[in-house]
């Protein structure tokens, strides 16, 4: 395998709700079969909560800003030039110190497959998604749908584009909010924050159906962000949803931790469940084989 030279200019960056990265380094890249390389740069305030990777080492060099940086129950705070190894299977995590960006590099070995990173969980979930999404509610150009948690609105470009319907996409993160405009580009599309919707559903706005993906298990009121989709979705409307079937609630404490709260149940209980399903394995990251689940509901 020759080596390859990966030029600034064509590094192509995806948005995380902390900031962003740009891969330099994997097999679909360069062809490297034990190294996977990748530059993230963190908003101020931000960061990389707690979390593992199994079978992967990895190193996170520092090279602008200022981060405290955690290995398992150990924290230093590094700085451009400062670097921390972290073993496969240990808990850590990097929180952006001071008012600034911070930049660093993470260099990951060995490969274990790009099945698991957003951009290519998008490629092979995006589809599938969207049909059993269309499977679940009539969706016309007449429709609106909110988009909870919309993130970078992939869902609401991929519906918009498959359908000409109108979404309006809700999202906690004013940076994730941001980027979901540039990225879906529609006359069809807005992004709201949690408050602007409450006060759009109290002067009378209702949506016709409803999604929200990959949510609900990292919110930290699951019982306020569900009655706020009820509030806004018309009588009748479809809601669909698809979520980890263990809560993942991130701490800067602690790893990730489920709290115990039972989505599935929280919802069903307001409302009447249609459908239900787990993805095609064959679409699913094997480290999420078995957690995830879809549900379509029904609003009373
Ligand atoms: C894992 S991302 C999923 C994004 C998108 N649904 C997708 O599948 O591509 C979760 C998103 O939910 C947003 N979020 C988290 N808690 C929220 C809340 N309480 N209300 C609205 N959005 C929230 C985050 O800011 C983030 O953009």
Not at 17 to 40: F, K, M, Q, Y
Not at 247 to 273: Q, S, Y
Request: include cysteine.
């Amino acid at each position: 395998m020759p080596g390859k030279f990966v030029m600034g200019r064509d590094v192509v960056r995806e948005a995380a709700d902390w900031g962003s990265v740009g891969w330099l380094c994997r097999p679909s890249i360069t062809g490297a079969a034990n190294l996977a390389i990748v530059e993230a740069t963190f908003g101020p305030g931000k960061g990389h909560a707690f979390h593992k990777h199994p079978e992967q080492e990895e190193v996170i060099f520092i090279v602008a800003g200022e981060v405290e940086q955690w290995i398992g129950e150990d924290k230093r705070n590094l700085r451009p030039g400062d670097s921390a190894f972290i073993p496969a299977d240990v808990v850590h995590a990097t929180f952006v110190i001071g008012a600034g960006e911070a930049r660093i590099l993470a260099i990951f070995g060995p490969v274990v497959g790009e099945g698991s990173t957003t951009d290519e969980r998008w490629v092979s979930e995006t589809p599938w998604l969207a049909d059993e999404i269309s499977s679940s509610m009539s969706i016309s150009p007449d429709t609106i749908i909110i988009d909870y948690g919309c993130g970078i609105g992939r869902m609401a470009k991929e519906l918009i584009d498959r359908y000409g319907c109108r979404v309006v996409g809700v999202d906690i993160s004013d940076n994730m909010r941001a980027l979901a405009i540039d990225y879906v580009r529609s006359n069809r599309f807005m992004s709201v924050s949690p408050e602007m919707l409450d006060a759009l559903v109290e002067r009378g706005f209702r949506a016709d159906a409803g999604i929200s993906i990959w949510v609900l298990q990292h919110c930290l009121k699951p019982d306020d962000d569900i009655d706020r989709i009820q509030r806004t979705l018309k009588p009748g409307a479809d809601f669909f949803l698809l979520n980890n079937i263990y809560r993942a609630v991130p701490t800067r404490e602690k790893a990730w931790v489920n709290d115990g709260l039972d989505i599935k149940a929280m919802v069903g209980k307001r409302f009447a469940l249609q459908r239900e399903g787990i993805p095609p394995l064959e679409r699913t990251p094997k480290d999420l084989v078995n957690i995830i689940f879809w549900a379509a509901y029904r609003k009373a």
